[in-house]
């Protein structure tokens, strides 16, 4: 009896593990792959499925929503000898599950690896200025390029987009030191060029103010030989006005001396009295 029963209990542990075996839920969004004594056999796809058990296997569980795949940061040679660190993240799809499992190892490490040296390679033709400025144009040369091998892979790429693209620390302190250099220069060009127009300015100043001192010096002097020309029609002869004349300097030249706060003393010159006759000579004539 008791031998029995534990037949009884192990056969109904056997149907159990028989039927978990034979019995599969694959979830949405999944498709499983069957191998049978280990050659492919089946895909399952979601819903329950039901296999043979202890002959067929699930080798294979993959996803069939889209992938997001990181692809790690990395250091690139530009055209003209920069380095630019990058990054890139990609969103592929598996189409093809026999093709994902069966034509390479891990499909996942096969994209970020071809993704990362397409990028070299697509950057290293590239000068510095247009790798950091054209992140569409490095996009769409990356998806092309690679879109032949993810189709072998049984895979489809939708996007590829670029993280990052930023010059290598080095790179930005050099880019950094030239920038201030080019700076100092404009600067110091700047500088230059307001001490260069001062300069001329004060030139062009000293020059017109040169030039009005000779013009009101020639006006002067006109109007002094205008005035002796009267003078000597006026009093007939040029002693005369030159008499006329000391004594008008004479005279002014008093009153200047009379209108001075620290004058003390006047001294008159002893040829003043012939500088007043001549003032008068022509009235008593």
């Known amino acids: 009896m008791g031998e029995g029963l534990v037949l009884v209990v192990a056969f ?4 159990i593990i028989t039927l978990a075996k034979g019995i599969r839920i694959v979830p949405q969004g999944e498709e499983w792959i069957v191998e049978r004594l280990g050659k492919y056999h089946d895909t399952l796809h979601p819903g329950l499925s039901i296999i043979i058990p202890y002959l067929d296997k699930v080798a294979y569980k993959l996803v069939t929503k889209d992938i997001i795949l990181d692809v790690q940061e990395q250091e690139v040679i530009t055209r003209d ?16 599950p026999i093709k994902a499992v069966y034509g390479v190892v891990d499909f996942s490490e096969a994209i970020r690896n071809l993704i990362m040296t397409t990028l070299r390679s697509v ?15 490095i996009k769409a040369r990356l998806r092309e390029s690679i879109a032949d091998e993810a189709v072998d892979w049984g895979l489809a790429v939708k996007s590829v987009e670029i993280q990052d693209i930023n010059p290598s620390e080095s790179m930005q302190k050099a880019m950094e030191a030239q920038a201030s250099a080019e700076r ?11 001490i260069k127009q001062s300069a001329i300015l004060q030139a062009e100043a000293r020059l017109e103010s040169s030039r ?14 205008e005035a002796i020309r009267r003078v000597t029609s006026a009093l007939g002869g040029e002693d005369a006005s030159m008499r006329y004349l000391l004594g008008e300097k004479y005279l002014a030249a008093l009153n200047g001396l009379a209108a001075s706060e620290n004058a003390k003393t006047v001294v008159l010159p002893t ?3 012939d500088a007043v006759r001549g003032l008068f000579a022509r009235g008593k004539e």
Do not use: P, Y
């Open 12 to 15: 109904i542990i056997f149907v």
């Open 81 to 96: 000898n920069a380095v630019v660190v990058t990054n890139a993240i990609a969103f592929i799809k598996i189409v093809d």
């Open 123 to 137: 950057i290293g033709e590239m000068e510095l200025d247009e790798a950091l400025s054209s992140r569409d144009k």
């Open 184 to 194: 100092e220069r404009k600067a110091m060009v700047t500088k230059a060029e307001g």
């Open 212 to 225: 009005r001192d000779a013009e009101a010096q020639v006006t002067l002097a006109e109007a002094s030989a």
């Open 271 to 273: 040829d003043i009295q």
